[in-house]
DNA sequence: TCGTGTTATATATCAAGTTATCGATATGCG
DNA sequence: CGCATATCGATAACTTGATATATAACACGA
């Protein structure tokens, strides 16, 4: 059965980029699960902007994740709901609040960078190695490699290679 | 402001290419609403496989497209109220339902294909011209032009040197 | 100081993907 | 033939992005 997406090309490279995108979170997902929490993978670049950045207020988190201000109030109430931001009122400007990660969000954290987050990039890399060329064609192998080995599979490679 | 995403590479390069390929179909959206049609980009693709591959089952479309099952069967109903495809059950198999492109839909594939779908695939070549190297870095170029020039003046200026 | 305009966030609604499940039709074996 | 199983598509519920709009707080000029 034909491929549509990657016959057209360039026309369709939106569609083809986040098709590849979300089967990277999707698996992605499957490798997160090992951590009890129960928390989707699209949180964690949230939780990494709070650790990299420390806290923030809504707006500029949305700014430096790339995404629109509504989309970091939802994950924001929910991740807050879990207990692992915390929110507060700006001192000096009611207007903004301020995100911030909680004890146990913190805890989190710390644990995924020791625990899973390298493997993770670890798969990743492995799974981009060696792509050279245009970028269609880059893309082509992204889409048989995974197909090939899922990225959970590879993680545990990683894994074992690394122990 | 650091933008998180890309700092964190590999990690969370499944978000990353979600979040490009979402800019991009948001673009291409814009140069699309030329047609007078009120359809989203994101129904092109079924269109195109119709265009490409001839009527198909509900199923083998998924399978084309890439997206699961119960995507295709939303966007068929969506299609076929715009009364650009219809569906009619298979002779040999009651289960099975043909999805076609209606008389308006070949109208509107042929007339995309002529007057839209170039310009866009254009201005994506234009977009991914000279691109190569580490799948990383090639991203972070698609990103930085997109921010310095949209797609949708791409589109008008293949447009332009096209004429 | 009061009103006007701006900014920060929340809320509502929509879009398009996902998984899980159900009902209906085929298929195949005893 | 009849029943168990498999397959196809529809539906429901959820996720996560978007845009548009409402609300509340700030800022500034008359």
């Known amino acids: ?59 500029e988190l949305a700014q430096s994740l790339g995404i629109a201000q509504p989309g970091v109030t939802r994950s924001v109430a929910l991740l807050a709901e879990l207990g692992l931001v915390e929110v507060n009122p700006s001192q000096d400007d009611q207007r903004r609040r301020i995100v911030s990660l909680s004890r146990n969000g913190r805890r989190l954290v710390d644990q995924a960078k020791r625990e899973i987050w390298p493997s993770i990039e670890n798969a990743v890399a492995d799974l981009c190695a060696d792509l050279s060329g245009p970028l269609l064609g880059q893309l082509a192998a992204i889409e048989d490699r995974l197909a090939a080995t899922p990225l959970y599979r590879r993680a545990e490679n990683a894994k074992v290679a690394a122990s």
Chains 1, 2 share one sequence.
């Open 1 to 59: 059965m034909e491929d549509v997406l990657r016959s057209l090309g360039f026309l369709c490279l939106g569609s083809r980029m986040k098709r590849i995108g979300e089967q990277l979170q999707a698996d992605t997902q499957r490798v997160l699960d090992r951590l009890d929490m129960r928390i989707q993978s699209s949180q964690y670049p949230l939780l990494a902007a709070l650790d990299r950045l420390g806290p923030l207020p809504v707006g």
